[in-house]
Nanobody, 123 residues
Framework: QVQLVESGGGSVQAGGSQSLSCVAS????????MGWYRQAPGKQRELVAA???????NYADSVKGRFTISRDNAKNTVYLQMNSLKPEDTAVYYC?????????????????WGKGTLVTVSS
């Protein structure tokens, strides 16, 4: 069974920093794009940052210059370093990955999600 497990998160004051990590486990053939999404109360889930296997990154305008996404392909892990946090960054943060698995001698693509971790930024 392939799964993503997030760690990090918690409460922090505005202006502070927080780091998240997410590990993919299971029988994985390869991992393509990985990313972080967030969902604030009463709002839709939105992309925060994404990174390709080769390291190309993409950020939401609201976090550019403050958040940094990175990954360690050897460890099947993606990270999110969040600096200069604002109260509006408060949300549940979800890890996402596009993975390829081998089943019955065939490759299958899957889009998997972590269960989420809460980040609360107080003013």
């Amino acid at each position: 069974q392939v799964q993503l497990v997030e760690s990090g998160g918690g409460s922090v004051q505005a202006g502070g920093s927080q780091s998240l990590s997410c590990v993919a486990s299971g029988t994985i053939f390869s991992i393509n794009d990985m990313g972080w999404y967030r969902q604030a109360p009463g709002k839709q889930r939105e992309l925060v940052a994404a990174i390709t296997r080769g390291g190309n990154t993409n950020y939401a305008d609201s976090v550019k210059g403050r958040f940094t996404i990175s990954r360690d392909n050897a460890k099947n892990t993606v990270y999110l370093q969040m600096n200069s946090l604002k109260p509006e960054d408060t949300a549940v943060y979800y890890c996402n990955a596009e993975v390829t698995i081998m089943q019955m001698d065939q490759l299958h693509g899957m889009d998997i999600w972590g269960k989420g971790t809460l980040v609360t930024v107080s003013s």
